[in-house]
C-alpha cells in the first residue's frame, strides 16, 4: 500500500515536471527501504527541502511543520530509543493543543507510524518537516543527552551522526549550493568566500576587489552539510569538528578551472570556512600593467638586470605581492637562467621555472627548501615569505654566493623591511652587502571606467574629510568619483591596481644599516633622494582618475 502511494507521489511529482531524472526511482520507494534510501526521492528533483516538504504535506493532506515549531515544542523524544528515531527520521513532540505528535520526512513509511503509535497512542498526528529539519532538531533534542557534568559537549560526534551527515553532504541539493556558491564567486571575480555560522543561519560573504561583499545564503540546505560538502571537496575529516583543517583541491566551476584552499574553524555557534580561490586562467601581468610610474619602472627594470643581491616586496596579506613577484619571474623567464622557487602556496604555474610548495608536516619548510636550491645551481630564487630567522639567514646567504633572491615580508613601509630584517638576525654588514631594493605596495579599487563621472571638489568636501587637504588636493579640483553601475556591481569599481613605493639602496643609504638602525631616518634620506611614496603615487593616481581619494586614504597613512 505504502510502496502505492509513494509511486503516485512520483506520478505526481513528474507531472509537476519536479523530477530532474528517473534513475533510482525504483530504490527510493520500493516497500521495505529506510526513510535515509527513500529521502534520495528528494535528490531526484528540482525542489529544496522545504518545496519538497511542501509538495509532499499537499499530495498526503497533511499540515506542515517548522524547525522552529519542533525545537519549541515540548519534545516527547525521552520515550524512544535514540537509534530508532535517528533510524526512522521522526521526531515525536507535544503540539500546542496538547496532542501528540510525530514529524516525520516520509508520510508513507508505515512501520515508523505504528511503532510510534505502540508508544503514544492510536491519535498520534502526522506533520510533514524536511529530513534536514529533522536532523538539526533531533541532533538537538538528542545532544541535550549528551553533554557532560561540566557542561561540556561530548567529545566527538557519534557515527550515525557522522554518516547522516555525509549522506547529507553528498546529496544533490548540498552539492549544487556548494557549486553554486563557486560558481557565482568566479563570476564576481572574488578572491575568497567567508561562510560562517551564526544563530540566524549561516552568512555568506565574498571579498571582491578587497573588500567583504554579502551574498545571499544557501537556502534550504542543513549548514552543517554545507561545511561538510566543503571538507569532502578539500579532503579534510567531516568527523572532526574540534579542531582547524586546512586543505586544497583542484576543481572545474562552469568553465573555468579553478584551485581552492579551504581553512575550516571551529566558532561558538559551528564551523565557519574561508576558501581562496585561484583561478587557473588568469594570466601574468606584464610590468606596465602592474601600475608603476614611468620612474619606478625604469627602476625595476635595471634591477632585475642584476646578476646578485636581494629585492624584497612588502605589504599585508592580500596587498598583491604575490602577483608583483609572479610578473618579475615571468620578466626572468628566459631559456639562460634557471629559476627555482618555494611557496605557500603556488599560486601562478609559470611555466620553465621549477616551483615547489612548502609542506612542513614533512619537513618542506622555506629554510629547508632553500639549503637544497644553492645545490641546485639556480640563477634566481623567489622565497615566498620570509617569515623567520633562519629562512632569512639562509636567503641572505643565498644571495651572497651568486643568486639572485626575490622576496616577501610584512612591513607598513619599503624602509621598515631593514630593521625587521635585523630583527630576524641578519647581521648589518651583510644587509648592507645584499639588500638592492624594497618595494612597498598596497591594492586600490580601480574606478569603473563605464559609470565613473567627473566632479568638482567643494569646500564642504574638505570640511567633510579634512584629509584632503593634507593630500595636496584644493576646492575646484576636478577628480573622478564612483558612481555605480551594472558593470561593477553598484559599487563604482571594477577591478583594482597597485600603489608603490620602491627604495633603493644608495650608498648614502647603506651607510644607515647598522644593528640600530631606526627605519624613519632611511624613509627620510629616501624621500629626499626622489623616492616617491605610496601615498604621493596614490595622489597620482587619483589625479589621472584611475582611482578615488577614499580608495587612497583607506589603504595609505599620511607620514
Known amino acids: 500500500m505504502a510502496s502505492d502511494v509513494s509511486l503516485q507521489f512520483v506520478e505526481y511529482l513528474r507531472q509537476s515536471k519536479h523530477l530532474t531524472m528517473v534513475e533510482g526511482l525504483d530504490d527510493a520507494v520500493g516497500p521495505g527501504v529506510s526513510d535515509r534510501r527513500r529521502a534520495k526521492l528528494w535528490e531526484l528533483t528540482d525542489l529544496s527541502a522545504g518545496e519538497f516538504a511542501d509538495e509532499a504535506a499537499r499530495f498526503y493532506a497533511l499540515e506542515r ?27 515525536p513532540y507535544r503540539s500546542s493543543d496538547g496532542s501528540a505528535t510525530l514529524a516525520v520526512a516520509d508520510p508513507t513509511d508505515v512501520a515508523a507510524q505504528r511503532a510510534t503509535q505502540i508508544v503514544l497512542g492510536a491519535g498520534v498526528v502526522i506533520r510533514i518537516a524536511t529530513s534536514e529539519d529533522l536532523a538539526v532538531v533531533l541532533n538537538q533534542r538528542l545532544g541535550e543527552d549528551d553533554v557532560d557534568p561540566a557542561g561540556g559537549s ?47 543561519g549561516l552568512v555568506v560573504r565574498m571579498r571582491i576587489d578587497g573588500l567583504l ?67 587557473k586562467d588568469r594570466g601574468l601581468l606584464v610590468v606596465e600593467k602592474l601600475g608603476f610610474s614611468s620612474s619606478d619602472d625604469a627602476t625595476l627594470r635595471r634591477l632585475m638586470k642584476l646578476p646578485h643581491g636581494m629585492i624584497v616586496i612588502t605589504g599585508p596579506t592580500g596587498s598583491g605581492k604575490t602577483t608583483t613577484l609572479a610578473t618579475i619571474l615571468s620578466i626572468l623567464n628566459e631559456p639562460v637562467r634557471k629559476i627555482l622557487t618555494i611557496e605557500d602556496p603556488v599560486e601562478y604555474e609559470i611555466p620553465g621555472v621549477n616551483q615547489s610548495q612548502v609542506k612542513p608536516a614533512i619537513g618542506l619548510t622555506f629554510a629547508a627548501a632553500l639549503r637544497s ?75 569603473c571606467e563605464r559609470c565613473k563621472s567627473p566632479r568638482a571638489l567643494t569646500n564642504a568636501d574638505f570640511a567633510e574629510d579634512p584629509r584632503l587637504a593634507t593630500l595636496g588636493f584644493r576646492a575646484g579640483e576636478v577628480i573622478q568619483e564612483p558612481c555605480g553601475c551594472e558593470r561593477c556591481g553598484g559599487t563604482g569599481y571594477r577591478g583594482r591596481l597597485g600603489v608603490f613605493e620602491l627604495l633603493e639602496l644608495t650608498s648614502d643609504i647603506r651607510e644607515l644599516i647598522s644593528e640600530k638602525t631606526d627605519g624613519l631616518k632611511i624613509d627620510e634620506m629616501a624621500i629626499r633622494a626622489g623616492m616617491t611614496t605610496m601615498l604621493a603615487d596614490g595622489i597620482a593616481k587619483c589625479r589621472a582618475g584611475l582611482t578615488s581619494p ?6 595609505t597613512t599620511v607620514r
Open 154 to 200: 561530548a567529545s566527538q560526534p557519534r557515527e550515525d551522526d557522522i554518516e547522516s551527515l555525509r549522506d547529507l553532504a553528498s546529496g544533490a541539493p548540498v552539492v549544487r549550493a556548494v557549486n553554486d556558491l563557486l560558481e557565482k564567486a568566479v563570476e564576481l571575480r572574488a578572491s575568497d568566500i567567508h561562510i560562517e555560522p551564526f544563530p540566524s
Open 373 to 447: 636550491f644553492v645545490r641546485q645551481d639556480p640563477d634566481v630564487i623567489m622565497i615566498g615569505e620570509v617569515r623567520d630567522s633562519e629562512t632569512a639567514h639562509v636567503a641572505v646567504h643565498a644571495a651572497l654566493t651568486g643568486h639572485l633572491v626575490l622576496t616577501t615580508l610584512h612591513t607598513e613601509t619599503a624602509a621598515a623591511a631593514v630593521p625587521r630584517l635585523l630583527d630576524l638576525g641578519v647581521e648589518g654588514y651583510l644587509l648592507r652587502s645584499v639588500l638592492r631594493a624594497v618595494i612597498a605596495q598596497r591594492l586600490v579599487r580601480q574606478l
Open 65 to 91: 511543520v517548522t524547525l522552529q515549531d519542533m525545537i519549541s515544542a515540548p519534545s516527547l523524544a525521552a520515550l524512544f530509543s535514540q537509534r530508532f528515531l535517528r533510524e526512522m527520521m521522526v521526531f
Open 213 to 279: 561583499r554579502p551574498v545571499t545564503a544557501p537556502a534550504g540546505v542543513l549548514p552543517q552539510a554545507v561545511i561538510s560538502r566543503i571538507k569532502i571537496v578539500a579532503n579534510l575529516n567531516i568527523a572532526e569538528r574540534r579542531l582547524p583543517q586546512d586543505g586544497a583541491a583542484r576543481l572545474r566551476t562552469g568553465r573555468a578551472d579553478v584551485d581552492i584552499r579551504v581553512a575550516i574553524m571551529p566558532t561558538q555557534h559551528g564551523e565557519s570556512a574561508v576558501i581562496r580561490i585561484l583561478p
Open 550 to 555: 577614499a580608495e587612497i586614504l583607506r589603504v
